[in-house]
Each structure stands twice: as structure tokens, then as C-alpha cells.
């Protein structure tokens, strides 16, 4: 690689990369008042919802409790 193509791949991305950290507020009350089996009901619904608008590719899995975390693939600037 030319000294010119590193200082541009330096100040010119060719692709983003983003990371969803998703936590959803109060879970721990749903599973509480109705049970853990509700609550998973609750967490495959959101999956479910969020898959419908993120876009094709991205990735979301349960990182504990009630976070979610997901990835987005790169894509060109």
C-alpha cells in the first residue's frame, strides 16, 4: 500500500460498523408479577418487532436479563 492510499484509508472510511446495546426498562417488574415464562414471551415479541425494522443482516441476541445486544453490518460510506 502507497504512503497516499494509508493516509486516505485514515480520513476516508470505506465502511461503518455499528453495535446496538438495547436494555429494556422495567423487565425485571414483568418477570416479577407474571412469571419468566411471560417475560421470555415479552423478549421474543421485541426480537421479533426489532428484526422487522432493523435492516437485512443485522444481528440481535440476548446479552443477559433484559439486555440485548446487536450488530449491524458494514456497509459503504
Not at 10 to 33: A, G, M
Not at 35 to 40: A, E, L, P
Not at 58 to 74: D, K, M
Amino acid at each position: 500500500m502507497r504512503s497516499s492510499e494509508c493516509s486516505n484509508s485514515r480520513t476516508s472510511p470505506r465502511w461503518f460498523l455499528s453495535l446496538l446495546l438495547i436494555d429494556i426498562d422495567h423487565f425485571k417488574h414483568v418477570n416479577d408479577t407474571y412469571g419468566n415464562s411471560t417475560g421470555d414471551d415479552v423478549l421474543v415479541d421485541f426480537a421479533t418487532r426489532a428484526a422487522a425494522v432493523l435492516p437485512h443482516g443485522a444481528q440481535l441476541a440476548r446479552w443477559g436479563g433484559e439486555c440485548l445486544s446487536g450488530g449491524l453490518q458494514p456497509h459503504g460510506a
